[in-house]
């Protein structure tokens, strides 16, 4: 099972710096092991529906609707939807 959707939101613009992307993470069960995920550059996420759990190595951070985060995205993370919804969130890749 795939850990999240996302959506580019620019993937035709030309000499971008940045990637948008709308990303859905649906509910898994509490068992369901972390999928950790590392790649180059810096990751704003701007929560827009739901919840989430954000880990990263030994930390994890709750996020709610209207939370951000901005992190180094070549440190290993992942994420879980919380309260049994899916969560939407911006996600911004420089």
């Known amino acids: 099972m795939q850990q999240y959707k996302y959506e580019s ?5 030309i000499h971008k710096k940045a ?3 709308l990303v859905i ?8 092991p972390l999928s950790y995920n590392a ?3 810096q ?8 919840a989430m759990t954000i880990y990263f190595e030994d930390h994890a951070i709750e996020l709610n ?3 951000s985060i901005y992190f180094d995205s070549s440190h290993k993370h992942a994420m ?3 309260n049994g919804k899916p969560v939407r969130f911006l996600a911004l890749i420089m």
């Open 43 to 50: 990751e704003f996420n701007y929560v827009l529906e739901g």
């Open 9 to 13: 939101l620019a993937y035709n613009f």
């Open 39 to 41: 790649h180059p550059g």
């Open 25 to 32: 993470v649906e509910p898994t069960a509490e068992e369901h």
């Open 19 to 21: 990637e948008p992307f």
């Open 80 to 82: 879980k939807a919380r």
């Open 65 to 67: 609707e209207g939370d």
